[in-house]
């Protein structure tokens, strides 16, 4: 089992952020994000602390041509990442993470659901967790505008069968939201368990996490629902099917590589986390 302590370890002197947006046709919308994490990070962008890695993976709209002007103006802080083949938004933030310089990672996506101050907010308590995700329904959270009442009960739903599969899960109540942070040290540990590149690869994330005793913390956002160019609310029906067969999948991977016995002694997971 890997100790807490090793997981604490940094080296305060190189400290960086890189900040992960998997973008796949998000041409109406990644212009007002980038200018808003512009915005609130121009302090460390002068430094050249933070960077923004943009991975657009077979895009067949103007997202690389949008990006790649941000990148010409601010080379130092924008890092276009474009992939010919069409990978899925897992498969994406995992090639973003590789090439991150970053000790702290953040991954968000495209539409910036929440304000960048609670950004920072989180990365000021990054000093005392491994992993911070962000929550639409954990105490303190809020969500405007109400979302419809099918894409609220796709996410709920979804939330409740991933707990009752994933017993060390039970106490998450947001797998899904698209804000989390993790530092580099945990990546390197957890990246060999990584194997689901869809959409359910945040519950794959979170289960190898806590399998290597991270410190947990689920914070409460408030989330700002965006329906306009959203991929889920136009394919509820069909991602529920594919999120399902991919948490199966990563079910089944745990079960073996529990008895494999591999890595930190088995798959017997002791969260250390904050209610």
Known sequence: MVSGESLQERNEEREQISIVIPA?????????TLEALMDIFSRDVKSKKVEIIIVMPGCTDDTPKIVNNFAKEHPWLI??????????????????????????????????????TEIIKAIKMMEKYDLILGSRYTYGA?????????????SKSFNIIVRLLFQELRNIKDTQCGVKLLSRRLFN????????????????????????????????????????????????????????????????YLRLFNKRGTG?????????RDS
Do not use: Q
């Open 24 to 32: 796949r046709n998000e041409a109406t919308r990644i212009s007002s």
């Open 79 to 116: 890092k276009p990442v474009l992939i010919d083949e069409d990978i899925e938004k897992g498969g994406a933030l995992m090639k973003g993470m590789e090439i991150a310089k970053g000790d702290i990672l953040i991954l968000l996506d495209a539409d910036l659901p929440v304000e960048p």
């Open 142 to 154: 809020k969500i405007y505008p109400k979302p419809s009442y099918l894409r609220l009960l796709f």
């Open 189 to 252: 540990m957890i990246k060999p368990l990584l194997m689901i590149t869809g959409f359910a690869f945040d519950v794959n994330l979170i289960c190898a996490a806590i399998k290597f005793n991270a410190r947990v913390k689920e914070l409460g956002v408030t989330w700002r629902h965006n329906e306009y160019g959203s991929k889920i609310s136009r394919h509820i029906p069909k991602l529920a099917l594919k999120m399902l067969l991919e948490i199966l999948k990563l079910k089944v």
């Open 264 to 272: 930190s002694g088995g798959y017997k997971p002791r969260p250390r």
